[in-house]
């Protein structure tokens, strides 16, 4: 791991920080993916055996993968972007393309948060759950990690925002 260079303390550290341990503990789940992919493929092929709750955990386990990697890659600047373009710029055209991204990232990130609600409230209420015999109960549970997910990203957007004013003033605005 690489030393990041010391930065002053503002109201971006707490929330960088707070995504780089959900990112970190979340990265786990990646290694238990794997096993219990391993484990499936196994029990399929060498026993001719499997259980629909088992696969359908795969993806339940992708779901907090994805949701909460969000925040971690943009908090990292692992996000998409076109970057022979991006580099090409000056600083401070740099620094408001990062603003205005982050801008567009925290309304998206506020509009899916808002009408994923309605979405796991109903799944709540009827105690959603897998379609299948012998597949997972509460679905709800993993619906709800959904506002979680961009509530987290758009924070992140809001730490991002906020460096990107820094990185604007730097740059002393020029363009």
Known sequence: M????????????????F????????SWLVLAIVLLMACNVLMR?????????AQE????????????????????????????LYFRFTPGTRALIDL????????????ILWFS?????????????SPDP??????WIIKGLMPIGFLLLAVQGVACAI???????KAGGKH
Not at 117 to 129: A, G, M, N, R, T
Not at 134 to 139: D, K, Q, S, W
Not at 163 to 169: C, L, S, T, Y
């Open 100 to 111: 205005v991204s982050a801008l567009l990232i925290i309304a998206i990130a506020l509009l």
């Open 134 to 139: 012998g597949g997972l109960p509460h679905r």
């Open 57 to 84: 955990l795969e993806w339940h386990l992708l779901v907090p993968v994805v949701l909460f990697g969000m925040s971690y890659t943009l908090r990292h600047g692992e996000h998409v972007r076109s970057d022979i």
């Open 19 to 26: 995504t780089d341990l959900v990112g970190r503990w979340s």
């Open 45 to 53: 092929y060498l026993f001719n055996t499997g259980s629909v709750w």
């Open 117 to 129: 609600l309605h979405y796991v409230q109903q799944s709540f209420v009827i105690d959603e759950k």
């Open 2 to 17: 690489v030393a990041e260079p010391s930065r002053p303390a503002t109201i971006r550290t707490p929330i960088d920080d």
């Open 163 to 169: 460096a990107a004013v820094e990185d604007m003033r």
